[in-house]
T-cell receptor, first 115, second 108 residues
Framework: DVKVTQSSRYLVKRTGEKVFLECVQD?????MFWYRQDPGLGLRLIYF???????EKGDIPEGYSVSREKKERFSLILESASTNQTSMYLC??????????????FGEGSWLTVV | AQRVTQPEKLLSVFKGAPVELKCNYS??????LFWYVQYSRQRLQLLLR??SRESIKGFTADLNKGETSFHLKKPFAQEEDSAMYYC??????????FGTGTRLQVFP
C-alpha cells in the first residue's frame, strides 16, 4: 500500500516565521508534488520534483521554496509566512511507469494557519 | 491552454437519484483524465481513470473528445457518496491539473 506521510497535520505559525512542511513517501516514487487546496479554487500546484535535487515551479510558487535531498523526502518551505498562506497543503507522489504509473497518491494534508 | 472546468460547486441529490458531476477540459493532444474523491477527514484518493475504463463504487466516466468532457455518473446515489470530487487532467510533464471541485451531498 502506497504511503505518503506528512509529518505535521495542524500548524499555527506567526506572520514572518519560517515554516517547514515535510513529506515522505515509501514507494520509491520518482515524482513528488506540493499542492495547495483552497475552497472554490481546487488544488493548485506549488512545486514539483522529478528526481533528487531537481525542482520545477508549478502554478503558484511565489513565497515558497522546496528541497529534495533524498528520493523519499520532499520539503516545502515558507521563507516568511504570511496570512494569505493559510491553507491546506497536500503532498503527493507518483511513479513514472509500471502498474500504477501516473497514478498520483496524496498525503493526508497539513493545515497551516498563519496569524 | 490546459484547463479543467467543473461548473458546479455543489450538487445535492436524494438517495437513489442519479448523479452526474460535470467536467470539461481543454488540452491539445490526447488527454489522460482522472476523477479523485475526498471523503470527510480522509485523504484525496483516486476514484477512476479513463484509461482503465472501470467502474468504481458504481461510478463511471466516459471520455467524450468531441465535447471535451469527462462527466462522472452514478445511476443511484448513496449517502456514503457524499464527498468532494475533483476532475483532473494529466499534462505532458506528468503533473495533474485539477478542477475547482464539486461537493456532492446525498440526502436520505
Amino acid at each position: 500500500d502506497v504511503k505518503v506521510t506528512q509529518s505535521s497535520r495542524y500548524l499555527v505559525k506567526r506572520t514572518g516565521e519560517k515554516v517547514f512542511l515535510e513529506c515522505v513517501q515509501d514507494m520509491d516514487h520518482e515524482n513528488m508534488f506540493w499542492y495547495r487546496q483552497d475552497p472554490g479554487l481546487g488544488l493548485r500546484l506549488i512545486y514539483f520534483s522529478y528526481d533528487v535535487k531537481m525542482k520545477e515551479k508549478g502554478d503558484i510558487p511565489e513565497g515558497y521554496s522546496v528541497s529534495r535531498e533524498k528520493k523519499e523526502r520532499f520539503s516545502l518551505i515558507l521563507e516568511s509566512a504570511s496570512t494569505n498562506q493559510t491553507s491546506m497543503y497536500l503532498c503527493a507522489s507518483s511513479s513514472l511507469g509500471g502498474p500504477s504509473g501516473n497514478t498520483i497518491y496524496f498525503g493526508e494534508g497539513s493545515w497551516l494557519t498563519v496569524v | 491552454a490546459q484547463r479543467v472546468t467543473q461548473p458546479e460547486k455543489l450538487l445535492s441529490v436524494f438517495k437513489g437519484a442519479p448523479v452526474e458531476l460535470k467536467c470539461n477540459y481543454s488540452y491539445s493532444g490526447s488527454p489522460e483524465l482522472f476523477w479523485y474523491v475526498q471523503y470527510s477527514r480522509q485523504r484525496l484518493q483516486l476514484l477512476l481513470r479513463h484509461i482503465s475504463r472501470e467502474s468504481i463504487k458504481g461510478f463511471t466516466a466516459d471520455l467524450n473528445k468531441g465535447e471535451t468532457s469527462f462527466h462522472l455518473k452514478k445511476p443511484f446515489a448513496q449517502e456514503e457518496d457524499s464527498a468532494m470530487y475533483y476532475c483532473a487532467l494529466k499534462d505532458n510533464t506528468d503533473k495533474l491539473i485539477f478542477g475547482t471541485g464539486t461537493r456532492l451531498q446525498v440526502f436520505p
